[in-house]
């Protein structure tokens, strides 16, 4: 089945640790996005990325960096310059709203847990 | 710019109830707008989306919402909730001019009493 994989489900990090959070789609969407939630804040954008080899920052990208190799794949790394990682990290995909007959919605993965120990 | 208000952080509704979870947004240019769900701990689900056409949009699992332009509001409703339907409910719109962002709201949490 067509769908959005990330991994690992639940992250455990010392302080001063990067980490990595990997997300894989095979839904053959060109733009990906990693989203941060905590409680009572919705959905921030951390990064996106509309095409292989280019990404953008979203609105708290601080302490975060991202990969786009392969139109499949979009990693994030949590760095240790981020000050407040313990969160909810979602991946999502979609296809351009553009072309005929695609909704332009975004699919969304189950989510990694990070919890900074 | 766009920005997205869900005016309700929580809800909370006896099950056969009907309920309505209400959404403005503001937008200087044509949206698309969408309905999402989020059950603990998982990611989010398309529960319905606006992008032309009728007003009058249905959904998945009973919800509807209806898309009315001069008080640009997207509020969902359903005519009898179940307790299955306790989840988070997140209203996001997405301009016709840039398909790089949609823009979510904070979330409202229905939460269902037997």
């Known amino acids: 089945d067509g769908g959005i994989t990330q991994s690992p489900k639940y992250l455990f990090r010392k302080e001063g640790q990067n980490v990595t959070l990997s997300c894989e789609q095979n839904l053959n969407h060109d733009a990906m996005y990693w989203y941060r939630q905590d409680p009572g804040q919705g959905l921030r954008l951390i990064y996106y990325?509309?095409?292989?080899?280019?990404?953008q920052k979203g609105d708290i990208a601080e302490g975060y960096s991202v990969s786009r190799e392969k139109k499949e794949s979009f990693p994030l790394t949590v760095t240790s310059a981020q000050k407040n990682p313990t969160a909810f990290y979602l991946c999502?995909?979609?296809?351009?709203?553009?072309?005929?007959?695609?909704?332009?919605?975004?699919?969304f993965g189950e989510g990694s847990r990070l919890t900074v120990l | 710019a766009q920005s997205v208000t869900q005016l309700d952080s929580q809800v909370p509704v006896f099950e056969e109830a009907p309920v309505e979870l209400r959404c403005n947004y503001s937008s200087s240019v044509s949206v698309y707008l969408f309905w999402y769900v989020q059950y603990p701990n998982q990611g989010l689900q398309l529960l319905l989306k606006?992008?032309?056409?009728?007003?009058l949009v249905k959904g998945i699992n009973g919800f509807e919402a209806e898309f009315n332009k001069s008080q640009t509001s997207f509020h969902l409703r359903k005519p009898s909730v179940h307790i299955s339907d306790t989840a988070e409910y997140f209203c996001a719109v997405s301009p016709y001019s840039s398909a790089s962002k949609i823009i979510f709201g904070s979330g409202t949490r229905l939460s269902i009493r037997p």
């Open positions: 606006y992008l032309s056409g009728s007003t």
């Open positions: 999502a995909s979609r296809s351009s709203p553009g072309l005929a007959g695609v909704s332009g919605e975004l699919f």
């Open positions: 990325s509309q095409i292989v080899n280019d990404f």
